[in-house]
């Protein structure tokens, strides 16, 4: 029984059949080779007139395209009728569109997100608590590589109804440091020695110029504000260095950054309140002996 099988399946594999299958593999093989070739000549080709990211669409738009001509191909060449297979597909692709409303709703969200132009590829965005750098824009979902180097995927309907905030929009930002000093500190010393800061400090822009503002009377302090413009690549520079002169200048002319606390006076702005410390006498409340027994 087993040798009459073997015979029927070797009758099957007939010379034609196993040369179709090697065309058909050759083809494949050879066509998806093709399509990575063309897409990537694209992408270098975009890179001088489209933006990272429409540049990354239309390679994969290349891709996908490439790979689907090739896959007709091949189904003619098995003798599958395509025109009957695409009508198949029609319908299906439809009952599948009623099943999955959320993917239909990423995909609409995804073409506002691009016609928008919110952000690209490269930019640092905010979605609620999450942060980090866009990888990539599909018809789905936004990529994102978080500071910690974790891969987050946000799908593109959240996007659309949450907040986002694009910190990397423009290419210059401020950064706000809020400061608060004593109440004895001389203001106008204060704000010179601010201002002396930012101009030294490389990664600080002149222009705009800095904003110095005495903001409020705290509880414990004077508050300022020290508002310093920069390009948007010397973030962390400006911050890491801005922070630590800050207060060594500080230190250096005696001005004080106060922690919350409360200070007692008699009446006077100047004098405090007070204290004496009394030795002990010796004497102690007296305490009657208790009777034995």
Known sequence: MLTSV??????????????????VAIVLVAGFILARLISGLVGRVSRKYLS???????????????AVLILIIVLQMLGVKVTALLGAAGIA??????ASQTSFSNLISGIFLISEKTFQVG???????????????????????????????????????????????????R??????????????????????LAGKNPYCLMEPEPLIV????????LEFLFGLW????????LKNSIMQEIKEAFDAEGIEIPFPHL?????????????????????GPSRKPSSPG
């Open 6 to 23: 073997l015979k029927d399946i070797g009758g099957y594999f007939t010379t034609e059949l196993l040369m179709n299958v090697l065309v």
């Open 52 to 66: 990272q990211q429409y540049g990354m669409l239309l390679r994969k738009a290349v891709y996908y395209g490439i």
């Open 93 to 98: 692709g439809i009952a599948i569109g009623f």
């Open 123 to 173: 930019d640092i965005i905010k979605v609620g608590d999450k942060t980090g750098i866009v990888q990539s824009i599909d018809l789905l979902s936004v990529k994102l590589n978080t500071f910690d180097n974790v891969f987050l995927r946000i799908p593109n309907e959240q996007l659309i109804k949450s907040e986002l905030i694009n910190i990397t929009r423009y290419p210059i930002r």
């Open 175 to 196: 950064l706000d440091i809020k400061l608060g000093v004593a109440y004895k500190s001389d203001v106008g010393q204060v704000k010179a020695l601010l201002k002396e």
């Open 214 to 221: 005495f903001t409020n009377f705290g509880d414990s302090a």
């Open 230 to 237: 920069f390009y948007k690549t010397d973030y962390l520079s």
């Open 263 to 283: 200070s007692v006076y008699t009446g006077s702005a100047t004098d405090p309140f007070p204290v004496t410390l009394r030795p002990p006498t010796g004497k």
